[in-house]
C-alpha cells in the first residue's frame, strides 16, 4: 500500500533574472514498510526531493499526499503538526543537543511531538528504545562522550521514539566508517521491519543499496525511469 505520493513535483530557484529549476516534474510512490533510496550524483536533486516530501521546504508546484492527507494543501502550522508527529529524521551528522544527556534527546522529543504519554509510560519507551539501539548503557552519557556510530544510533532513536510511520535519512552513513555504515544500515533495516516503518534514503554509497527494497535513481532534476 502506497504511503507517499509524490505527482508533478517541481521545485525552481531564482538566480538574479534566470530560474533554476531542481526538481522537474518527478512522480514518486513510496510502500508502505518499505526502504526506498535515492541516488544521483551531486546536484541532481535527491536532497531536494527528500527534503520537499519530508515538508522541510516548500515546492514549486506538483502534488505531496501522505495518506489521506494532501500536504500541499496544507497550512505551514498543519505540515508542521504531521512532520512532529508522523515523521522522523536522520541525517549525515547526529546534531544531538551537546547540553542534554542522551535519554534527555529523546524526552526532548516527546515533549516535541506533544505526546500525551504519562511520566512512567515515557521512561518506559526511552529505555525499550535505547535497548533496541544497543545505547540504554549510555543514557546518563553527554554527546561529547559517544563515537560517531554511537550519536548516530541516539539520532535513530530520537527518530523513532514517538512512532513515525515515515523516517526520512539524508546521507545516514556519510560520516561514519565502513563497519559502522553497516551497524547504522542494519539497525535501520530491522526497525523498518520490525515497526514497519517507510524510509526514504538519500545515499551516494552504493555499498549501502543492499539495504533497500528499491533504488531510484536521480539525474538532472528527474527520476530515471
Not at 2 to 29: A, H, P, Y
Not at 62 to 71: P, R, S, T, V, Y
Amino acid at each position: 500500500m502506497s504511503l507517499l505520493q509524490i505527482e508533478e513535483l517541481e521545485k525552481s530557484f531564482k538566480i538574479g533574472r534566470n530560474e533554476e529549476k531542481i526538481l522537474k516534474s518527478v512522480d514518486l510512490e513510496l510502500e508502505e514498510g518499505r526502504i526506498t533510496a535515492l541516488v544521483g550524483t551531486s546536484g541532481s536533486g535527491k536532497s531536494t526531493l527528500l527534503t520537499i516530501a519530508a515538508g522541510l521546504q516548500q515546492s514549486s508546484g506538483g502534488i505531496i499526499k501522505f495518506g489521506d492527507k494532501d500536504l500541499t494543501n496544507m497550512s505551514s502550522s498543519q505540515v508542521r503538526d504531521v512532520r512532529a508527529k508522523a515523521f522522523g529524521f536522520v541525517f549525515q551528522h547526529a546534531h544531538l543537543v551537546p547540553f542534554l544527556s542522551v535519554k534527555d534527546q529523546l524526552n526532548l522529543m516527546i515533549d516535541t511531538a506533544e505526546l500525551k504519554w504519562s511520566k512512567k509510560e515515557k521512561q518506559q519507551r526511552i529505555q525499550d528504545i535505547l535497548e533496541t539501539v544497543d545505547m540504554w548503557k549510555h543514557r546518563d552519557s553527554d554527546p561529547d562522550q559517544l563515537s560517531g556510530g554511537e550519536k548516530q544510533r541516539v539520532a535513530i532513536a530520537r527518530a523513532i521514539i514517538h512512532e513515525p510511520k515515515l523516517l526520512f535519512a539524508d546521507e545516514p552513513t556519510a560520516s561514519l566508517d565502513s563497519k559502522r555504515s553497516v551497524e547504522v544500515m542494519e539497525l535501520i533495516r530491522s526497525l523498518s521491519i520490525e515497526r514497519n516503518i517507510t524510509v526514504l534514503m538519500v545515499t551516494h554509497d552504493e555499498d549501502m543499496l543492499v539495504y533497500a527494497d528499491r533504488t531510484v535513481e536521480m539525474k538532472d532534476g528527474k527520476i530515471e525511469k
